[in-house]
Every structure is written in C-alpha cells, then in structure tokens.
C-alpha cells in the first residue's frame, strides 16, 4: 500500500496570510490525525477526524482548523499566521476505531516570514 | 506538564554495541507506547509498539521493555548499525484519547 501522502511538502507565507494543508492517509484508514513539530515545542497534537468528524483536540488557538472528507483525506487550515507557525506540520493515519500504530507522511514544512 | 519525557537529548554508541534509549511517564492512565525514528525534514517512521499488558515486545534487532511500576520504557537496539542514526521519539496513548503523547526525542549517533 502507498504511504501517507501530504502536499506541499514546502511553503513560504507572510504574517497574516492563510494556508491550507492536504493529506492523503494510507488506503482502508479512517482516521487522520494531525500535529505540530517545533525545535522548542516537540511533537504536539493539533486533532484528530474520523469518519469527517473531529474526535479530540490539541491546545491550539482557533486559528487551526481542519476537516476529513467522505474519502478520509485530510485537510488542516491555519488563518492569521504568525511567525511561531513556522513548524514541520504532519499528519499521520491509522486505521481508526480502536488503539492501533500511527502512520505518518513526510510532513509539509511551512515558513512564515 | 511534560507527560513524557526522553531525559537524553543524545546518546553516542559504537557500531556493533547495544544502544538504549530511555522514556518515562507521568500518566499512569497511558496504555499503549510507541517508538518512532525520525530523520531531519521526514515524518516519523514507526519502529516498535507495546501493550501495557506485556513487559516485553521484540522485532529483529528491537526490543521495548515496559516497567509499569516505575513509569519507564526502554528501546534497546542489538548490534547498533551506522543507519540506525537518527532522532528516537517515544510516544505514548491510553484507550480513548486518539492521540499520541511524544517525548522531546533522543538523538542517536553510531560510531564506526
């Protein structure tokens, strides 16, 4: 099976400006979660969609918002950016409805300028 | 509140040698943890995982050891190979949460 795809894999902003994200979780998994990698912060949980819907959430402001489609393909929008947004975003699939392994993409590295 | 925490920003070991990684948990509620190898400007890669119901869990070359009493998990890697270089993240979950809990990570350097 194809691997967790995220597109863009890189992305230069300003202040202010919005993004949007996309991932494509491995065939036959429900679930797609998504996170924040920062060098001071770690690997911090942004939420998690099942079945379209979100079933948990991280400490985020509501700048971060997401959505999963009928396909389960993700997507993860960031209004307003500030420069602390600058981050590795990743998401990562599973297959959905109990406790099983996490698999991630290769993340989409975004710079906010 | 650092629920996990990886203590060694950075372990060096010689090729051939065992490495150890160490994680410990505050979250007595965690069931479910979870090693991950992770490159610079790559995702995580998954390497190994343990149930709480076991102590012990091996795959080829590694084993995780789990001590539920005292809160910490071991990665260890037998013989340690020069590819095997990387950042080590532990994670952790509990039944419910759909989410994982990582460690800061450990870097990994193996001499030749």
């Known amino acids: 099976k194809a691997g967790v795809t995220q597109t863009p894999r890189y992305l230069i902003k300003t202040r202010g400006q919005q993004v949007t994200l996309s991932c494509s979780p491995i065939?036959?998994?429900?679930?797609v979660s998504w996170y924040q990698q920062t060098p001071g912060q770690g690997l911090q949980f942004l939420f998690e969609?099942?079945?379209?819907?979100?079933?948990n959430k991280g400490n985020f402001p509501g700048r971060f918002s997401g959505r999963q489609f009928s396909n389960s393909r993700s997507e993860m929008n960031v209004s307003t950016l500030e420069l602390g947004d600058s981050a590795l975003y990743l998401c990562?699939?599973?297959?959905?409805?109990?406790?099983?392994?996490?698999?991630f993409g290769p993340g989409t590295r975004l710079l906010v300028l | 509140d650092q629920q996990v925490k990886q203590n060694s920003p950075s372990l060096s070991v010689q090729e051939g040698r065992i490495s150890i990684l160490n994680c410990d948990y505050t979250?007595?509620?965690?069931?479910?943890f979870l090693w991950y190898k992770k490159y610079p400007a790559e995702g995580p890669t998954f390497l190994i995982s343990?149930?709480?119901?076991?102590d012990k869990n091996e795959d080829g070359r590694f084993t995780v050891f789990l001590n539920k009493s005292a809160k910490h998990l071991s990665l260890h890697i037998v013989p340690s190979q020069p590819g095997d270089s990387a950042v080590y993240f532990c994670?952790?979950?509990?039944?419910?949460?759909?989410?994982?809990?990582f460690g800061q990570g450990t870097r990994l350097t193996i001499n030749p």
């Open positions: 990562a699939s599973k297959e959905g409805t109990v406790q099983e392994t996490q698999y």
């Open positions: 065939s036959g998994h429900r679930s």
């Open positions: 969609y099942f079945s379209e819907t979100q079933r």
């Open positions: 979250n007595s509620m965690f069931d479910y």
């Open positions: 343990i149930s709480s119901i076991k």
């Open positions: 994670a952790a979950s509990f039944q419910g949460a759909q989410k994982l809990v």
